[in-house]
């Protein structure tokens, strides 16, 4: 948990013991202070229960709704969360961080305009929160305001020098834009203050793959599966790795497992189809480099690769058409092979 959430349960425990009355009330204390220490203990199941039986014996009791919306999110239950969420600002309107946690899952459930009115709602109480911008500034990249998220997310590091998660989705934004050595700086800052955060490490892992400093790629990539063996990502990104330093049945196993986690991976059969490329296997290649077109989700180089491949089997026509599609997505391969093949 963040600072911000310590800091509110506490307040949260010197409230009640000032307000409850009852047998009820006294026993809904009891489980929701049980049910903070398991939340604290990432012990996620076992404290939903506790705040629903403190919920069960006072039904009035927002503090518990909010933690309880907080453990649901860190399971990945986000439409559970945000209407346990809407029952707490039901019943105390001035409890401004269900606001701000009811943003984050509208923002993961993809509702841009609620994350946006819930912020809104809340701008002045937290002027000084490094966790709102953060927020706002994930807000900001998911509507494609690119330079709003920038400042937002400076101003949550500058709020909080500590704040991991803003470091590593300013490094993010800073990828998409190709600013590489700005990316790198960031992903550095956030595996310095938590070696294990595996979006750094991986984005540190791509970042030296896209140098072709395969040895370094693979380090970064390791160091995600040593925590975590079935790390998709991690996986799908050294499987490509090994390809390039044709490891190619090791890569073939890697990029497997990928995909048993995630079939609908684009950038997982893209790769797949380079190994039966590389495996002289064009037709198989082919076959899983055009399931990831039909993902229709952007994927780099997929275009280029795929045209070659075409191209490769003496369909020029096709390849040059595969081409002019990439071009529009700027794929760099599909910009010069079009330019060099299909004058």
Known sequence: MNS????????YVVLI?????GQDKKDAADFFLKANVALKQNN???????????????PEFPDAYLNKSIALMKIGKISDAREVLTEAIKLDATLVQANLV??????????????????????????????YFLTHGNLMDATS???????DFDKAILLDSKNVEAYVNRGAVYYKL??????????????????????????????????????????????ILNTNPGDPLALNNKGYVLIQTNALEEAKKLIERALDAQPENGYALRNLGLYYQKNNEPEKALNEMNKA?????????????????YFTLSNKAKACETWK???????????????????
């Not at 013991?17 to 009355?21: G, H, R, Y």
């Not at 709602?121 to 490094?130: G, H, L, P, R, V």
């Not at 305001?145 to 400042?151: D, K």
């Open 325 to 343: 599609k990439g071009v529009i997505l700027k794929d760099s391969i599909a910009i010069d092979e079009l330019a060099k093949n299909c004058k």
């Open 102 to 131: 009811r943003a984050e899952s509208a923002l993961r459930l993809g509702d841009f305009n609620a994350a946006e009115e819930d912020l809104k709602k809340i701008t002045k109480e937290y002027a000084d929160s490094s966790k």
């Open 178 to 223: 190709r600013s590489y050595a700005l990316a790198k700086k960031d992903f550095e800052s956030a595996i310095k203050l938590n070696p294990a955060q595996p979006e750094a490490l991986n984005n540190l892992g791509l970042i030296a793959t896209n140098d072709k400093v395969w040895r370094e790629a693979i380090f970064y990539f390791d160091r």
């Open 4 to 11: 911000l959430l310590k800091h509110s349960l506490l307040i």
């Open 145 to 151: 305001r690119t330079s709003e998220a920038l400042s």
């Open 293 to 309: 077109i039909e993902l229709a989700e952007p994927v780099d180089l997929l275009y280029g690769f795929t045209g070659r491949l």
């Open 44 to 58: 996620y199941t076992e404290a939903i229960r506790l705040y629903d039986e403190a919920i069960a014996k006072n």
């Open 17 to 21: 013991f000032l307000s409850c009355s």
